[in-house]
Nanobody
Framework: QVQLVESGGGLVQAGGSLRLSCARSDRTVATYAVAWFRQASGKEREFVSGIYWGNGVRYYAESVKGRFTVSRDAAKTTLFLQMNDLGPEDTAIYYC?????????????????WGQGTQVTVSS
């Protein structure tokens, strides 16, 4: 079992920045990928960005490319999401998730572990 704890959400004006963090409690769980998803009110959960844990390759949704940067610390215990040039369309609950097995990094159904989420609200 592994616990994921997100932090860093909040209220920001359009054009502003936030940095989210996701701390994992256990490094022994096999990890294929760790990713950020978000869910806006009334919408389905969608992929934002993720890292294939073995080789460090990063992927981004088209809607956040050039604005968001995903990274991890050297100890591989924390995942970060630097979000710049935020807009009202980025308002959502942001979730960190961990995937143990091979498969699409962007499919939420493949993730066994999820954090509790952190709210990001962008005012216009």
């Amino acid at each position: 079992q592994v616990q994921l704890v997100e932090s860093g959400g909040g209220l920001v004006q359009a054009g502003g920045s936030l940095r989210l963090s996701c701390a994992r409690s256990d490094r022994t769980v096999a990890t294929y990928a760790v990713a950020w998803f978000r869910q806006a009110s009334g919408k389905e959960r969608e992929f934002v960005s993720g890292i294939y844990w073995g080789n460090g390759v990063r992927y981004y949704a088209e809607s956040v490319k050039g604005r968001f940067t995903v990274s991890r610390d050297a100890a591989k215990t924390t995942l970060f999401l630097q979000m710049n040039d935020l807009g009202p369309e980025d308002t959502a609950i942001y979730y960190c998730a961990l995937k143990e097995t091979w498969g699409s990094i962007s499919d939420p159904a493949g993730y066994a572990y999820w954090g509790q989420g952190t709210q990001v609200t962008v005012s216009s």
